[in-house]
C-alpha cells in the first residue's frame, strides 16, 4: 500500500510538473503539500482562472479514478494545456511518457491560451497600466515603462516585488505573480522637476492612495490594502483587526516610521512610503489583570490604540473574543444586523439593510435597490435593450472576517460605486441569519433556477461577502460571474469590466434585434394605418353616394309630388273647362292661337263672352299654370295675364281671332 501511495504522488507530481511548467522539484512538491496532494487544487493555486477557481470535490483517489483518462487522453490534454516544454536535465524532471495533465469534465476543459498579467505601476503622480504575458522578463517591463515614463532603465528602480529586488532577466512566471499587482519606480537619481510647499504636498497625498503589504507573523500570511492618504492609523489598525482576529489592543506592530506616534494621525503624515509601505503584526501577550471590567458596553471599533486605555482580555472575564467583536452568537455588545431576520417585507428589509450599511460604512456606496428580487429583474432586464442593465447581488454575511473590509475598501470605493450606479442594478441581502439564508435560496431558485441557489450554498462562510454578477438573456437569466469577499479594487473592477465586455457585446444584439423588430412593426403599423385610412375614405365615399342618392329620391319624390299636384290640377281644370264652341253658332266666337315655349300652337275656340280667367285655366290644364307663364300678344305687345281675369275676351279685344305666346316668368 506504501509503494502504492508513493507510486501515486510521484504520478501527481509528474502531473502538476507538466501542467504548471514548474522544473523544481522542492518547490512542486511543496505546493502539492500546500494542498494535500489535490492535484486540481494545486494547479488552480499556480494557474487561477479568469472566472474564479476550479472547484474540486474528488478525494485523492476519487479525482484520479474520474479526471485521469486514458494515455492517448492524457497526452492530448497535455498538448492543449501544458505550456511549451523547457528544458532541463534528466535528474530533475520526470519522463515524458509519464508527465500528462488531467482531463478533466467537460465543464472543466479549458483552452491554453498565455496567461497575462496586469501591473499597475505608479511613478510620482503618475500611474501607467502595464499587460505582459508570464513569459516575459521584469527588463521587458521595464522597457515599456521607458518608452511611458521618459526614465532611462539605467536609472530606473522597479520596487514592490514580493520576493524582494529581482533582476532584469527574471522571468515573471518563476515569481508566481497574481493576476493583478501593483509596483512603483524609485529615480533617486533625478530630482524632482518641481517642488510645492508642505501643505499642498500634504493635500496631494491626503488624495492618494497607498498600498500596505502588511504581514501577519502567525498566520505567516500578508494582506494587500489599498487606503487613501486621509484614512487614520487607528482605522487602519481596526481593519486589520477584522482580517486577522486580533483585537486593536492586542496588536503589537513594526515598521511604522518613528513619526507615527498618534493613531490619530492620516496616512499622509504619518510618514509612510509611498506608494507602498511594509508592515508587520502579530498578537502580544495580554496585559495583567490590574484593573476592574467596565460596565459600560463599547464597540470594538472604539478601542484605543496600545497607548493606554485598553480593556482587559476578554477571556479573563469569561468572555468568549469571537462573541465580543460579534463573530459569535453573544447576546451582549455587537454590531446591528444589516437585515432583521424573518422579515415579512423585502422591501422593508432592505430599507433596514439600505440605513445600517450606511452607519457602518458611510453613505458613499451603492445604491441598493429597494423592491424584491424579481423588481429588480424586471428593472435590469425587461426594458428597452438600451435601457437593460447587469444585475448585481450583493450577499453579506457578517460572520465573514473579510466583509468589513471588502464593505469599507471595495463596495465604499468611488470607481466601484460609480461604476455600479451607472451600470448595474445592485440588489443586496444579508444571509447572516440562517432564515435569511433559506429565504434568500428560495428566491433565487425560483427565479434563476437551483443551479445558483446551489452555487451559493458550495461557498463557506469565510468566502463571504459575494457579488454576483447576472445578465438578463431572452430566455433565461445567466450568472456571469461570482466574485468572492477577498479581492482588491483592481480586480473587482477588471472584473465588473469583464462582465460588462460580454453584456455589451450581447446587448448590441439585442439593439440590432429590437431595432429590426420595431422597424417591422412600424412598416405593419403603417400599412395598417393606410389600410385603416383607405377604409376610411371608402366609407366616407360610400356614405356620401348614399346620402346623394336619398337626397336625389327625396327630390325625386318632392318633384314627383309636386308633379302630381300639378297634374291633378290640372286635370281637374280641364274637366271644369267650357267645351269648345262650334265654328258656326249664333254668339261671336274668337279662335285664339298660343304658341308654347317648345314652339307648339295650341288652337281652341271660345265665346267672346268667355272670361280670362277661362282662357287662364286653359292654357294651366296644358301645363303652363299663369303662376309661372305670362301670356302675351305678339303686336303690340300687351300681357294678357296682368288684365282682370273676370273680363272677356271681347273686352280684352281677342276678337275675333288672336295669336298669343307663353312665355316663362323670370
Known amino acids: 500500500m506504501a509503494s502504492d501511495s508513493n507510486m501515486d504522488r510521484e504520478m501527481i507530481l509528474a502531473d502538476f510538473q507538466a501542467c504548471t511548467g514548474i522544473d523544481n522539484i522542492a518547490e512542486a512538491i511543496t505546493l502539492l503539500e500546500l494542498n494535500n496532494w489535490d492535484l486540481v487544487a494545486a494547479i488552480n493555486g499556480v494557474m487561477p482562472q479568469e472566472n474564479g477557481i476550479l472547484q474540486s470535490n474528488f478525494s485523492s483517489e476519487a479525482s484520479r479514478a474520474n479526471i485521469y483518462g486514458p494515455h492517448s487522453q492524457a497526452a492530448t490534454a497535455e498538448a492543449a494545456v501544458a505550456p511549451p516544454a523547457t528544458s532541463s536535465s534528466s535528474s530533475s524532471s520526470p519522463p515524458s511518457s509519464s508527465a500528462f495533465c488531467p482531463v478533466l469534465p467537460s465543464r472543466h476543459i479549458v483552452e491554453w491560451q498565455p496567461r497575462m498579467l496586469n501591473f499597475r505601476v505608479e511613478y510620482r503622480q503618475r500611474a501607467v497600466e502595464v499587460v505582459v504575458e508570464e513569459g516575459s522578463t521584469v527588463g521587458e517591463i521595464k522597457q515599456i515603462l521607458e518608452t511611458e515614463l521618459q526614465v532611462p532603465i539605467s536609472k530606473m528602480q522597479l520596487k514592490g516585488w514580493k520576493s524582494g529586488d529581482v533582476s ?41 492612495n497607498f498600498l500596505l503589504v502588511i504581514s501577519h507573523r502567525e ?47 492620516t496616512l499622509a503624515a504619518s510618514g509612510i512610503s509611498y506608494p507602498c509601505h511594509h508592515l ?14 467596565t460596565e459600560e458596553c463599547a464597540d470594538v471599533h472604539m478601542v484605543s490604540d496600545s497607548e493606554g486605555d485598553d480593556f482587559e482580555d476578554a477571556s479573563e472575564f469569561g468572555v468568549d473574543e469571537s462573541e465580543m467583536f460579534g463573530m459569535g452568537s453573544s447576546t451582549g455588545c455587537r454590531k446591528a444586523p ?27 456606496h451603492p445604491v441598493f435597490f429597494i423592491g424584491t428580487l424579481e423588481a429588480a429583474s424586471q428593472e435590469a432586464f425587461y426594458g428597452k435593450a438600451r435601457d437593460r442593465k447587469l444585475l448585481a447581488i450583493y450577499l453579506h454575511n457578517d460572520e465573514s472576517v473579510l466583509s468589513n473590509v471588502f464593505c469599507s475598501q471595495m463596495m465604499c470605493a468611488d470607481s466601484i460605486v460609480a461604476y455600479l450606479s451607472q451600470n448595474f442594478i445592485t440588489w443586496a441581502w444579508d444571509v447572516t441569519k440562517e432564515a435569511n439564508k433559506a429565504r434568500l435560496l428560495t428566491i433565487c431558485t425560483r427565479h434563476f433556477g437551483s443551479v445558483v441557489a446551489q452555487t451559493i450554498r458550495t461557498y463557506k462562510t469565510d468566502q463571504f461577502p459575494l457579488l454576483l454578477i447576472v445578465m438578463g ?14 479581492t482588491t479594487v483592481d480586480e473587482l473592477m477588471m472584473r465588473l469590466m469583464g462582465a460588462m465586455e460580454i453584456f455589451t457585446a450581447q446587448q448590441q444584439e439585442d439593439i440590432k434585434d429590437e431595432d429590426e423588430r420595431e422597424a417591422r412593426e412600424m412598416v405593419k403599423r403603417e400599412q395598417d394605418e393606410a389600410y385603416q385610412l383607405s377604409l376610411e375614405a371608402d366609407r366616407k365615399k360610400r356614405e356620401a353616394q348614399e346620402r346623394e342618392q336619398a337626397e336625389q329620391l327625396r327630390m325625386q319624390q318632392i318633384q314627383k309630388e309636386a308633379d302630381d299636384e300639378k297634374e291633378a290640377i290640372r286635370l281637374s281644370l280641364e274637366h271644369a273647362l267650357p267645351p269648345e264652341p262650334a265654328e258656326e253658332g249664333g254668339e261671336p266666337i274668337s279662335k285664339l292661337r298660343i304658341r308654347t315655349p317648345s314652339g307648339e300652337f295650341l288652337v281652341r275656340r271660345f265665346l267672346g263672352s268667355t272670361k280670362l280667367q277661362v282662357l287662364f285655366d286653359f292654357v294651366a290644364s296644358k301645363g303652363y299654370p299663369w303662376d309661372d307663364f305670362k301670356l302675351l300678344t305678339t303686336f303690340p305687345r300687351r300681357n294678357i295675364t296682368q288684365l282682370d ?12 281671332q288672336e295669336t298669343l305666346f307663353l312665355e316663362a316668368k323670370e
Open 338 to 364: 444589516l437585515m432583521p431576520e424573518n422579515s415579512e417585507n423585502e422591501s422593508d428589509a432592505l430599507l433596514h439593510f439600505t440605513a445600517e450599511f450606511s452607519t457602518r460604512y458611510g453613505e458613499c
Open 473 to 486: 438573456k431572452r430566455t433565461s437569466n445567466e450568472v456571469l460571474n461570482v466574485i468572492q469577499g477577498n
Open 219 to 265: 498566520a505567516q500570511r500578508d494582506y494587500n490594502l489599498n487606503f487613501p492618504g486621509s484614512r487614520t492609523i487607528q482605522e487602519v489598525k481596526r481593519n486589520v483587526s477584522d482580517l486577522t482576529n486580533i483585537p486593536v489592543r492586542h496588536q503589537q506592530w513594526e515598521g511604522w516610521p518613528a513619526a507615527a506616534s498618534d493613531d490619530s494621525m
Open 280 to 293: 508587520s503584526v502579530c498578537r502580544r501577550s495580554s496585559p495583567a489583570n490590574n484593573q476592574e471590567p
Open 168 to 208: 532584469d532577466s527574471t522571468v515573471l512566471r518563476s515569481l508566481h505573480l497574481p493576476k493583478n499587482n501593483s509596483l512603483y519606480v524609485l529615480t533617486p537619481d533625478i530630482a524632482p522637476t518641481a517642488s510645492t510647499s508642505q501643505n499642498s504636498v500634504l493635500q496631494e497625498s491626503l488624495n492618494q
Open 645 to 656: 281675369p273676370a273680363s272677356s275676351l271681347l273686352e280684352a279685344k281677342l276678337f275675333p
